[in-house]
Every structure is written in C-alpha cells, then in structure tokens.
C-alpha cells in the first residue's frame, strides 16, 4: 500500500499540470467535445447532481451502482425521476458490491436506504429495474459509441467503474469525483462512503488510474470536488468547522431553497418535490453530489485544496448556481 499511496499521489501532481489549462481557462467548455456519464449511487444528492448535468444537454448515460440506493431498486428511482422530469436519458443498472466483503454499515443506512429508492418518499414502494448483468458494458459501449469524448462523473461507489473500465476509459478524458484522493483524507486513509462502502474497488480504481497515467498518448485528468470540512475559508465560502471546531453545516439543503426550485417550474419543481416529501429524510444531508455535478459547469466557482477542489462562494450562491442550471432544463415533453 505504501508503494501505491507514493504513486497515487505523484499522479495527483500530475493530474494537477494537466489540469491547469481546463482549470485557469475557468470555463464549461472544457467539456465542449464530451458525452457526459454519470455512476451513481441515488441518493437524494445525487438526482440533483443528475439534474445539474442534465442542463447540459450531454448526458448520455446514468449507471446506478449498489450504494445507499440497491442497484436495481436505485435504477428504478433514477428512471422514474427521469420520467417526471419529462427527460429522456438512458439508466443503466450497475454493478453491486461483494456481500461477503465485510462492511458494516451505520445504524441509520436501512432509513437512507429507503427514503433514496422512494425518492424521499414520494414513491409508495421501491421501483425494481432490470437486473445487472453481463450486459452492462455492452449497453455502455452502445450508448457512447459516438462519443468522441467521455466526461465520466462518479458521485458513487468504484464497483461498476471496475467493471467497465476497459470498455470506456480508452475513451473517457476527464473523471470527476465526489469526495477527495486518499491522502487527503485525516490519517491518509479512506473515509468517505464512497470508498468504504466498496473499499476494494476504491483501491483497485485508484491504481488502476495511477496506471493510466503512464500512458504517454493519452492521458486522464482526474478531479475530485468536496464540502469545506476544515478551518480555512476561501472567499466569502463558509468554512467546514468554526474557530472552536464545531461544524458549520451550511452547504446543505435548505426550506427556502426547496421553495425558490419549486417557484420554477419543470424539472426544479420535481427536485422540490422530492424535497418536500419528507424534510427528516435531508435534515442531516450535504450538498455533496450537487457540488460536483456543478463544478462540470461552474469550475471558476472552486479553490484547490491539495488534492481536491472546494468551493470558493457562499453556500448560498452555491443553491442559486444549482436552482439556475437546473432551471435550464427542456424536457422532451
């Protein structure tokens, strides 16, 4: 693992070279020549997040792998927001993590579990979609084999991303992810759910893209994108603790938010719905999905932090980015 986390972290530097003429260029088409696809865990974020990316008019795939959503009940939730959102957008079950893999989860996960594959509650059961199979990086492949280009944007766990990895990455130029590299992390180990909840496929995509790197025809850049959770503050930003080590929850959702999307209309008004249904289910919840998703439109709007991007406004000009991507939406009604 030493040997992995020493290579891990000279990639991060390259990353950063390859980075910087998206990143100073401070502009959404960076993107300009790329599908977009999405890996998701749907979660309650994470539709947002998908709504985000949707204003963009180049999603071309959603992956549901096994997370706080099952992969095929989350499947089922991601469609059928998709379809009251009047979008068209191809959803694919992914891949579920090894059950025999010794994670345990946190007392409250069956609650999130279920208020994510019923959309808050807004659903009276679960919506099982077809069952991961084989076919899952056929169907990839299909769906982007006019891409040019592949943005690939993981707001969930790395299972499905191990499985089709081989099909896509020749193709993908970008990943954007939620949370931040190991060796940001306190302690230099992983901690965030995305990584835990599949530990193994973590690791695995991690030096599997290490790999990527030695690529000399090609190379991937990678950026990860997280809520403030220190003491230092960019901009006018909320910081992630205050100056007695409290936490500041400020990017997270919030009752005069959910009543601004609902006063716009169209998809906005399905995302306040989902809200609305039932606010204990996002009383604890952060803006993490929604802020990577909109660092793919907005990147001016984030600061470096080692390894990672964090935002460098208020969280409240963060909800009006978000609300304003969103409203952008046309649906195919």
């Known amino acids: 693992m030493e040997v992995s986390l020493m290579a891990f972290s000279r990639w991060l530097i390259r990353c950063g070279v390859a980075f910087g003429s998206c990143f100073f260029s401070m502009t959404a088409a960076c993107f300009a020549e790329s599908c977009i696809v999405v890996d998701s865990d749907a979660d309650l974020d994470d539709y947002r997040a998908v709504a985000v990316i949707a204003s963009t008019g180049r999603?071309?795939?959603?992956?549901?792998?096994?997370?706080?959503?099952?992969?095929?009940?989350g499947a089922g939730a991601m469609g059928e927001f998709i379809r009251r959102s009047g979008l068209s957008i191809p959803v694919v079950a992914g891949a579920s993590a090894n059950p025999r893999r010794g994670y345990t989860p946190k007392p409250?996960?069956?609650?999130?579990?279920?208020?994510?594959?019923?959309?808050?509650?807004?659903?009276g059961a679960a919506i099982v979609a077809s069952p991961e199979s084989a076919d899952m990086?056929?169907?990839?492949?299909?769906?982007?084999?006019?891409?040019?280009?592949?943005?690939?944007?993981?707001?969930?766990?790395?299972?499905?991303?191990?499985?089709?990895?081989?099909?896509?990455?020749?193709?993908v130029d970008r990943i954007v992810a939620q949370g931040r590299p190991y060796p940001d992390e306190p302690g230099g180990e992983p901690t965030g759910f995305n990584c835990t909840f599949d530990i193994n496929s973590c690791l695995a995509a991690y030096d599997l893209l290490v790999g990527r790197q030695k690529r000399?025809?090609?190379?991937?850049?990678?950026?990860?994108?997280?809520?403030?959770?220190?003491?230092?503050?960019c901009g006018q930003a909320e910081p992630g603790?205050?100056?007695?080590?409290?936490?500041?929850?400020?990017?997270?959702?919030?009752?005069?938010?959910?009543?601004?999307?609902?006063?716009?209309?169209?998809?906005?008004?399905v995302i306040a719905d989902i809200l609305r249904a039932n606010p204990d289910g996002w009383a604890k919840t952060s803006l993490w999905d929604d802020l990577t998703a909109l660092f793919v439109l907005r990147p001016?709007?984030?600061?470096?932090?080692?390894?990672?991007?964090?935002?460098?406004?208020?969280a409240a000009s963060i909800r009006h980015l978000i609300t304003e991507a969103i409203s952008r939406i046309r649906s195919a009604h």
């Open 59 to 73: 999603l071309t795939a959603i992956v549901v792998t096994e997370g706080i959503s099952r992969s095929n009940e």
């Open 216 to 233: 000399a025809d090609r190379k991937l850049r990678a950026n990860w994108i997280d809520i403030p959770q220190g003491p230092e503050s």
């Open 108 to 123: 409250d996960f069956p609650r999130w579990r279920d208020s994510a594959e019923r959309l808050n509650g807004l659903l």
């Open 241 to 269: 603790v205050d100056r007695t080590g409290q936490r500041v929850f400020a990017f997270v959702p919030n009752n005069v938010w959910v009543n601004e999307l609902r006063t716009k209309g169209g998809v906005s008004a």
């Open 300 to 314: 001016e709007v984030f600061v470096v932090r080692g390894g990672h991007l964090e935002p460098c406004v208020p």
């Open 137 to 171: 990086v056929s169907m990839l492949g299909d769906l982007t084999s006019k891409c040019s280009a592949i943005s690939l944007v993981v707001i969930g766990p790395w299972t499905s991303f191990m499985r089709y990895a081989p099909e896509l990455l020749e193709k």
